[in-house]
């Protein structure tokens, strides 16, 4: 009745009532005077579990601060043990209801779903999955004359989770689960223990399925009656239909669908045709690791093609290029987009038929004007094609990534087909799209194509040629990164021979080896050999210019020397000094400029600076999901430093959904016996009190011929200190460091 009170909360009157439970209009009267919302949680359910639940996520739900998000403010039990949830009262209805009522074209319900996505990101920042994103816990309101989305319920639905039975199915629908049609495949597992952000991409594909058809992917009427197996059944295995061919099954709503978004049929079906077609079935893909890896993922593409850019979700063919150019730029470049495509034509057409062509002339004995005119410009060509490659990587691209993956996967098994008598030509190709392989961190594309370079241009050009040199070097540092030390000292003390030999000592190129060969070096903890190398190529680079990006390469890593000794503060001005220098260089969006500003939040964290230590790896992050793809292993790094500040500041909700992102990159990318993974899961057992797991980790390093050098210092390891075990092997890496 209105006159009831639950705890702080006068009831003032019902607003609404679900599968879940019944929702009032309460005024709290303290510690604060204001309006709520409070859920009760309908009987039957485990209250101690329900609160419980939330306790555990309070203080991740505590830091969210977001427009679009409603603040949850307390988990209580009724005298009766009904859980309770007071929350922020929104004033709106379900954001498909308010895009209906006021006709949105569906361009304007993208610009307000980008909102909602970028609520859910904020949340996602915060270590909070909301479990159970639908229409319903979407509000729109009227701010300012300007529809507001706010998202209810964060936290709620995971409170108030239960497994899924067909026995709950029937009795308690709504309570785990709320809408059947919004469940992604895992949660359809039910096992509780692999759900992660993904999950609410893949509702927010339901949704924006929903806001651009007007109807579900599959009918939630349709899901029930088919009983409990079959509905999971579906679910997970059931492809959904494009949202173009899903209006030509809705009869009559079709129509209607098009009068609610201001257009008719025919023109709604073009709409959708195409871009929104494979945006929103890439959020919908039943395996996650195909889906968009964020909210802010799903946004982008969006905003994409709002602007008409290539969206990711779409193969970037020349053909799509040149329309989304066009489109762009209408009236304006028309004439000069059709002269860059013949240009691409031709520069195709003389790429594969160089080799023919000087055949066919040295045969007919042309003149030698001719031939040297011919050769020039399939030289150009070449170039032409290779810079189409460069441009795809991260540090270029700024973002387009995943696009230039996309770009490499078709461009490899053509190239292989059209230039296999271009030998030389087709070794270049190689050795330009493994280094970007490797710069987008798909390690296991890189490799053959590296490895192919390196063989085609021995048996071309003979074992002491600078070609084999660059390629050398290139597939060295790859197996660097890969954990594969000896090999790579191998690639790059030939690769260093081979420069030396031809360019002299004093050479940028000869320097470049030197680093490589330095950092092969420090990686495996041999540092009076890495700072010899990195003096003598930094002296080189920086005769070439004291802004080189080499010297900052080599301040870099002198920083890194530093740290394992435990010096934070020298280490800390090199790492700033080779920022200022790849600032300047690059811009603030680029993979180096990253890795300068973690390895300058790692230092913080070992200073027990632990404010500073996460605005810096937060800026870090930043910028890594700026340029990078959702499975780069340098953003598996960032986020498990970040894990281990969450660990060590005694946020361990944040922590765990940190370090789980963190370890399922490396597990697709480098895998997980890794020497980077194993040192941090050391770390982060370290910080959970499981002692012989993180010296067993520890052993695990040291055995892969990479030291835990710079790791002894981390204040994550301070539970271990006094035990013999971790003792000998900080006494080990000493020895080997060359500081005992």
Not at 92 to 108: A, K, S
């Amino acid at each position: 009745s209105p006159s009831q009170r639950i705890g702080n909360y006068r009831i003032l009157q019902k607003i609404g009532e679900g599968g879940m439970g019944v929702v009032y209009l309460a005024e709290q009267t303290e510690p604060v005077r204001r309006r709520v919302a409070l859920k009760v949680i309908k009987q039957g359910m485990d209250t101690k579990q329900v609160v419980a639940r939330f306790e555990a996520e309070k203080q991740a739900l505590a830091m969210m601060d977001h427009p679009a998000i409603a603040k949850v403010y307390y988990a209580g039990a009724t005298p009766r043990g009904r859980p309770y949830f007071a929350m922020e009262h929104v004033k709106g209805v379900p954001i498909t209801e308010y895009c209906d009522q006021h006709r949105l074209t569906n361009r304007q319900r993208l610009d307000l779903f980008m909102q909602v996505c970028e609520g859910v990101q904020h949340a996602h920042h915060k270590a909070v999955i909301h479990r159970d994103l639908k229409p319903g816990n979407v509000l729109v309101s009227i701010q300012d004359d300007k529809p507001v989305p706010k998202i209810i319920d964060f936290g709620v639905a995971k409170a108030t989770a239960q497994k899924l039975t067909e026995q709950t199915l029937h009795t308690q629908l709504g309570v785990m689960i709320g809408t059947p049609a919004y469940m992604s495949p895992e949660q359809a597992e039910m096992t509780g223990l692999d759900i992660d952000t993904r999950t609410d991409v893949y509702a927010l594909g339901v949704m924006l399925y929903e806001l651009l058809v007007g109807a579900l992917p599959f009918d939630t009427k349709e899901l029930l009656q088919e009983g409990y197996e079959a509905m999971v059944r579906r679910i997970r295995e059931d492809e959904p239909s494009r949202p173009s061919a899903k209006l030509t099954t809705l009869g009559e709503h079709s129509t209607q669908s098009a009068k609610n978004r201001r257009t008719e049929l025919p023109a709604l079906k073009r709409e959708l045709s195409g871009d929104l077609d494979w945006i929103t079935l890439k959020a919908l893909e039943k395996d996650r690791t195909r889906r968009y890896g964020s909210p802010q993922d799903l946004a982008r593409d969006i905003e994409r093609y709002l602007t008409d850019q290539p969206v990711l979700a779409t193969p970037p063919s020349a053909a799509y290029r040149a329309k989304k150019f066009v489109k762009r730029h209408t009236g304006g470049v028309v004439a000069a987009a059709a002269g860059v495509l013949v240009l691409i034509a031709f520069a195709v057409t003389m790429t594969v038929q160089a080799g023919r062509i000087a055949a066919e002339r040295d045969r007919a004995n042309l003149e030698a004007e001719r031939a040297n005119r011919e050769a020039e410009t399939a030289k150009q060509a070449l170039d032409f094609m290779t810079g189409l490659f460069e441009v795809s990587d991260p540090g270029e691209a700024r973002g387009n990534t995943i696009t230039a993956r996309e770009i490499l996967d078709k461009g490899a098994g053509r190239i292989d087909r059209e230039l296999a008598d271009q030998p030389l030509v087709q070794a270049r190709l190689m050795d330009t799209m493994g280094r970007v392989y490797h710069g987008l961190g798909l390690l296991t594309s890189a490799g053959p194509l590296l490895e192919d370079a390196v063989r085609i241009r021995r048996r071309e050009l003979g074992d002491d040629h600078l070609q084999v040199a660059e390629s050398l070097s290139h597939l060295g540092w790859l197996r660097q990164i890969e954990g594969r030390f000896e090999e790579a000292e191998r690639h790059h003390r030939r690769a260093l021979a081979i420069r030396e030999k031809t360019l002299g000592t004093s050479h940028v190129d000869t320097a470049s080896s030197l680093y490589y060969f330095a950092l092969v070096h420090l990686m495996q903890g041999q540092y009076t050999e890495a700072i010899l190398h990195y003096e003598r190529a930094l002296a080189i680079f920086e005769e070439a210019g004291p802004d080189h990006v080499a010297v900052a390469w080599c301040l870099n890593d002198l920083g890194v020397v530093n740290a394992s000794a435990g010096d934070f503060a020298r280490a800390s001005r090199f790492f700033e000094r080779a920022l200022e220098i790849e600032e300047r260089q690059h811009g603030p969006n680029h993979p180096d400029v990253a890795r300068r500003v973690t390895n300058l939040g790692v230092i913080q964290m070992y200073n027990r600076n632990y404010q500073g230590a996460a605005e810096t790896l937060e800026r870090g992050l930043k910028i890594q999901e700026k340029i990078y793809p959702s499975t780069h292993p340098d953003l598996a790094l960032t986020l498990a430093n970040m894990a281990q500040l969450k660990l060590l500041r005694g946020e361990g909700a944040e922590a765990e959904l940190l370090h789980q992102r963190a370890v399922e990159i490396f597990e697709s990318t480098v895998g997980l016996d890794h020497p980077d993974f194993l040192l941090h899961q050391a770390c982060y057992f370290a910080l959970l009190g499981e002692q012989a797991l993180a010296i067993l980790h520890l052993r695990k390093v040291m055995k892969s011929g990479y030291p835990a050098n710079w790791p002894i210092h981390d204040p994550a390891l301070d539970s271990l200190r006094g035990d013999p075990e971790f003792e000998a092997i900080v006494a080990e890496v000493k020895k080997q460091i060359g500081e005992e």
